[in-house]
């Protein structure tokens, strides 16, 4: 579910990291959740269009319906797929290192390529204010951030074998610098994009741009880690889709990467001649966006976040989800280290998706009301039991493990637990949002919508990185086999090795982080939770920012 964020005084549109595989928040909130705020901006902005125009301008208003602008439709979504794609690989590098032994520190680190939707509020003022006008206000930003996209693919083609597969493992850094570029410049594409939709799209068919976000970010993500990680495993396409079995899959990364390199090249070269920015037509009115300036827009978050009420509801957002850490951002790398295959894992996604787009339209029906926080509160005891279902989960796994992989049953244990999973996360999920949408000021709507969204983003993501850096030294582990060795450090592992002995884990840290999370996820809720159901209480003018004019 993971957000999209225009900062402008009009163009404030509200909507949105990971996890192809099992639990991940961040995407949810990345990709879905942001772009519904400032509706009420939007049809204001409008009617005044309407009242100041001439008889001819009325004479050609817009009808109902998308026909007229099917092509403007079918390139948001095209947009919003390619800027799915590199969020889908960078959430499949995690497996493929998992898979190759890296330590729980190295994921830590390469976490923080998830990093850039959570904090991109920081420089969006800087993208809806600064553009060259005669280039166009959303392209200026568009088209260089998806060359170097492309620029980036195509680099990454050539060398991504060689950051994988190098002598002393993974060159981890790297990875993490490339990838935190990409998603970098996706998040700085899903700004240009966001805004642009405000005025390719008529007043009648804006609506649209939010169906063109959700439908195509999560198409691109699938593209970029089901679908990868698919047909990148030797496993699974010579189980599914080949004949003659071999030791490679279908597509490398290298391959995938130069593709959508190309594409990313070729599309935007054609954007960038044929598509023009508030075109006149017999069925369109040019749109005037309003632009708040930089530093207006800078000072109007400090004057939201210092209001009292906000400022407690973003310090309970940016702890809410520590309880949750663990299951959410180690749970499916450990089955991966267990032996299950991370293709079969990532594939686990597709019978979600049938389910993910209902649980919004069910869990609607009971945040509508006044105190929508009230369904958050009671989610939240059985998510945090879900991170210990799935610590058993882990354990279970290799006792069923069987020569030719894991029993149906298996993965339909994994799969009913998924879905439980699923159902608390969106209860939570549609909760938070439906109260966001409740309180922000819609004088101010798109920001302040926007910043309680990249908050929500934010304390689901440190606490991800934290769990993930906190597995090794968590772990303890004995050397067996050769006196007077341990198995500290990676030195002394190596030493015990040498001498003949085996590390051996006695402890693993994961369990240990399970059972630490469900208590502070448990004292959260008795203390904080019941604080953050009083917010609810608070009166409008509680939530209403008092902007010096």
Known sequence: MEPSDVVTHKNGRQRKVAGATLPDENMRYMNRGEMSASEPDIEDEAEGLIRGSDSEDRRHRVQPGIRGELGNVSLLLFLYVLQGIPLGLAGSIPLILQSKSVSYKDQAFFSFVFWPFSLKLLWAPLVDALYFSRFGRRKSWLVPTQYLLGLFMLY?????????????????ATLTGVFFMLA???ATQDIAVDGWALTMLSRENVGYASTCNSVGQTAGYFLGNVLFLALESPDFCNKYLRIVPKDTGIVTLSDFLFFWGMVFLVSTTLVA???RENE???????VQEETQGVMETYKLLFSIIKM???FTFCVLLLTAKIGFSAADAVTGLKLVEAGVPKAQLALLAVPMVPLQI??????SKYTAGPRPLDVFYKAF???LLIGLEYALLVWWTPSVKQEGGFPVYYYSVVLLSYAVHQVALYSMYVACMAFHAKVSDPLIGGTYMTLLNTVTNLGGNWPSTVALWMVDPLTSKECQGAVGQSCGSPEEAGLCVKEGGACVTTLDGYYVESVVCVVIGLTWW????????????????AWRCRINQ
């Open 156 to 172: 990454l083609s050539v060398t991504v074998n060689s950051l994988l597969q190098s002598e002393g493992g993974p060159k981890v």
């Open 184 to 186: 970098f410049l996706a």
């Open 273 to 275: 001649i044929f598509k």
């Open 280 to 286: 006149h037509g017999k069925r369109k009115r040019r």
């Open 308 to 310: 009292p009420t906000v």
């Open 358 to 363: 209902l649980l919004p339209v069910v869990i």
């Open 381 to 383: 005891p059985f998510r």
């Open 526 to 541: 008795v203390w904080l939770g019941k604080k953050m159901r009083r917010l609810q209480e608070q009166s409008p003018a």
